[in-house]
């Protein structure tokens, strides 16, 4: 029901086929991605079709690029063409939903006809562009009466239901930032409260998605994000009314023009605030195009300038501030001595403090983000140790010890992670007393994080990203190992001290059923190893709302038993294998690093 646009080429007289002459490369003109993708466009409906003929054809004419939708509201009643809400939220269908046989079912009166579209349910997406992973039946109900002698939807849910396929055509991921919330540790870090988060969310690629991309960023960061992050613009500020479609000028610049949240009072707000502004719609809109966004403008809707952010200048509150610089690859060798790898070197150089001995045998091993302490479990997972990476000290008391005996490798303590905040997580897996710990600092006393919701559970493993509010653990119920990602949420407790936990659990890779290990690989990607039911191990990139990453399969190697990506994506990736530990660059195959080594890791 759908016609492919494309381009034509007009010829003029006639044309004959050349059977002589030189050859010749013609260089092609360089294209946005909106211009080099095919374009999809409705068919409206025709005289005389049947209910389920009309259903089909409305849900085909909303997979068009039309803005508005026009031709999918010709299968509407004109009243209901009026009221119907496209933006309301999309319901994604494996394969795409389908009118049943048997699933036109005409009223008692014989007025009208009610159509049933059916589909497996992938995923939904609401109404603020956010991704949520979900399975089970789509029912949708779709009411039909005649309107000027044709069958015309009278009745149905506002939204889309798209098949996969469609939904990653028309759809495409992007972030935008909010200021991560720190609580009382927010005077832990140079920047304070303007380490800013990704929060990625879903819009339309060919149809003004810069302006969607800041609508998007104007209503607040979605509902699981919101709890741990907060947005510099005021509250029910939005787009001026005369900003129909925004762009970049020829230089870079991105003029926007914002309208106050209350009635008749023009937008007015501080210097530094409107700084923090703009640099959340700087990094926001950054990458949305091959041109990059040289300069940010914010006015009021009455014309007056509110403030300017030069890229340079909103580099200090660029995403990934407490990343570290991740100069190096970590492992751990044949002895056990933690060893460090250059981008360009093919074998690692223990490294010069107590873990590159070889004295202490270990388990699992974490680098601190700013490479400069280590911290290692021991071969049994009984105790952890915190030292220093490059000094030649020797191995002080263990800091945490668990609270079971070890009997395998299934118990004891988890490899350590640590946060851009500079503090140290780690998992006691003890039979009796699960629990997760945080080591403020990598040298205090280990803290008690409460985790609501992880009921019977048990964290296998665990990763906290650099922000320090977003936290990936690996559940384990029964047979069972899932993906759950966390926030952090930090408050003071009764006595003044800093206190954390972990909320808002969500299976992020619900279609894994066995994850064997995953990994922080930028501000919102994760690289993640697990099975599907039935299926084989495989390598995977998603993002953090659980939708798949680009790309969204990795080539796959022997056996991995764990992964380390850093969030510099143009890092290779790390995997302790049955080949030994490999790396696969980023525009390469995998490369065996050593035959025999366990425990890859990047800083933090």
């Known amino acids: 029901m759908a016609l492919l646009a494309v381009g034509a080429l007009l010829l003029t007289g006639c044309a004959s086929m050349p059977s002589s002459g030189d050859v010749r490369k013609i260089e092609g003109s360089q294209r946005s991605d909106g211009e080099a993708q095919v374009r999809v466009f409705g068919v409206p409906p025709q005289d005389g079709e049947r209910p389920a003929q009309i259903v089909r054809g409305f849900l085909e004419a909303t997979t068009s690029d039309e803005a508005e939708y026009e031709t999918a509201r010709e299968y509407l009643t004109k009243e209901k063409a009026e009221s119907w809400d496209p933006s309301a939220g999309t319901v994604v269908i494996s394969g795409g939903p389908e009118v049943p046989p048997g699933g036109v079912l005409p009223d008692s009166e014989e007025s009208g006809f009610t159509v049933e579209v059916t589909g497996s349910r992938v995923a ?243 680098v601190s983000r700013g490479e400069t302490r280590a911290a290692g479990v021991s071969l049994d997972g009984s105790s952890l140790y915190v030292g220093p990476l490059h000094a030649p000290e020797p191995f002080g ?78 559940v384990r119920e029964g047979e069972a190992v899932t993906l759950m990602l966390g926030r952090v949420e930090r408050e003071n407790d009764e006595a003044g001290r800093p206190r954390a936990k972990v909320t808002g659990l969500r299976n992020v890779a619900p279609q894994l059923e066995n994850v064997v290990a995953a990994s922080w690989a930028g501000g919102s990607r994760l690289v993640v190893v697990g099975k599907e039911s039935g299926g084989v191990q495989q390598v995977r990139v998603m993002s953090t709302d659980g939708s798949p990453g680009t790309p969204a399969k990795l080539p796959n190697v022997n056996e991995i038993e764990g992964i380390a990506a850093s969030e510099d994506e143009d890092k290779p990736l790390l995997a302790d294998s049955a080949e030994g530990i490999v790396r696969l660059p980023r525009d390469g195959d995998w490369q065996e690093v050593t035959e025999h080594g366990s425990a890859p890791v990047y800083p933090g």
């Open 397 to 474: 008391k263990p800091v945490l010890t668990s609270a079971g005996l070890p009997k395998d490798e299934t118990a004891g303590l988890t490899a350590p992670s640590w946060d851009g905040l500079g503090d140290l997580w780690v998992a006691d897996r003890a039979p009796e007393k699960p629990r997760l710990l945080r080591i403020p600092d990598g040298r205090g006393t280990p803290e008690r994080v409460d985790v609501p919701g992880l009921g019977e559970g048990r964290i296998e493993a665990l990763r906290v990203a650099a922000d320090g509010i977003r936290i990936v653990l690996l």
């Open 124 to 366: 939904e997406v609401d109404g603020k562009h956010a991704y949520t992973p979900a399975e089970g039946p789509y029912l949708g109900l779709f009411h039909l009466s005649q309107e000027d002698g044709e069958w015309r939807i009278d009745k149905l849910p506002d939204g889309l239901v798209l098949g996969e396929a469609d939904f990653q055509r028309i759809y495409r991921s992007v972030n935008t930032y909010y200021y991560a919330g720190l609580g009382p540790e927010a005077g832990d870090v140079p920047q304070g409260k303007n380490v800013l988060v990704g929060d990625p969310v879903y819009v339309r690629r060919r149809i003004d998605p810069v302006t969607e991309t800041v609508r998007a960023l104007l209503n607040g960061p979605t509902d699981w994000l919101r709890p741990v992050a907060t947005s510099a613009y005021p509250t029910g500020v939005r787009l001026a009314s005369g900003e129909r479609q925004l762009a970049l000028d020829d230089s870079g610049e991105l003029q926007v023009s914002l309208a106050s949240g209350a009635k008749g009072q023009p937008l007015r707000v501080e210097r530094k605030q409107c700084e923090r502004m703009a640099a959340q719609l700087l990094h926001t809109v950054d990458h949305q195009s091959s041109t990059r966004v040289k300069r940010v403008v914010l006015e009021n809707e009455r014309g007056d300038l509110l403030c300017g952010l030069r890229s340079q200048e909103a580099q200090r509150y660029a995403p990934g501030a407490l990343n570290g610089r991740a100069a190096m690859q970590y492992y751990l060798d044949e002895t056990s001595r933690l060893v460090a790898l250059g981008d360009e070197q093919r074998a690692g150089v223990p490294v010069d403090g107590p873990f590159g001995t070889g004295q202490l045998a270990m388990r699992h091993v974490a």
